[in-house]
């Protein structure tokens, strides 16, 4: 089993910035990808961004709606992923999860180990 703490949300007003932490814990040997989904009430689920995790490289990928705006990295050392959300408008108002996930999942668009989410609320 894995376990995702995220950390880092809260209330922010627009143009600010924030800086969500993702602290995966246990029998992470082997997970390919880390990465955060968010959902608003009435919104469908949208991932936001994902990043490999193998040392050798990376890959990243960002939604459309958020890139040039939001940036994923990792610390390996530490088995944390970050997203530094910058210029942050009322829509990115969400509950922010972590996810976690080996390669023969997220080659189906699926993840195996899911955060509790945190809350992430843009307004003036």
């Known amino acids: 089993q894995v376990q995702l703490v995220e950390s880092g949300g809260g209330l922010v007003q627009p143009g600010g910035s924030l800086r969500l932490s993702c602290a995966a814990s246990?029998?992470?040997?082997?997970?390919?990808?880390m990465g955060w989904y968010r959902q608003a009430p009435g919104n469908e689920r949208e991932l936001v961004a994902t990043?490999?995790?193998?040392?050798?490289?990376?890959?990243?990928n960002y939604a459309d709606s958020v890139k040039g705006r939001f940036t994923i990295s990792r610390d390996n050392a530490k088995n944390t992923v970050y997203l530094q959300m910058n210029s942050l408008k009322p829509e990115d108002t969400a509950v922010y999860y972590c996810?976690?996930?080996?390669?023969?999942?997220?080659?189906?668009?699926?993840?195996?180990?899911w955060g509790q989410g945190t809350q992430v609320t843009v307004s003036s």
């Open positions: 990043i490999t995790t193998f040392t050798s490289g990376r890959i990243i």
């Open positions: 246990g029998n992470i040997f082997g997970i390919y990808e």
């Open positions: 996810v976690a996930g080996f390669l023969q999942s997220t080659m189906k668009g699926n993840y195996d180990y």
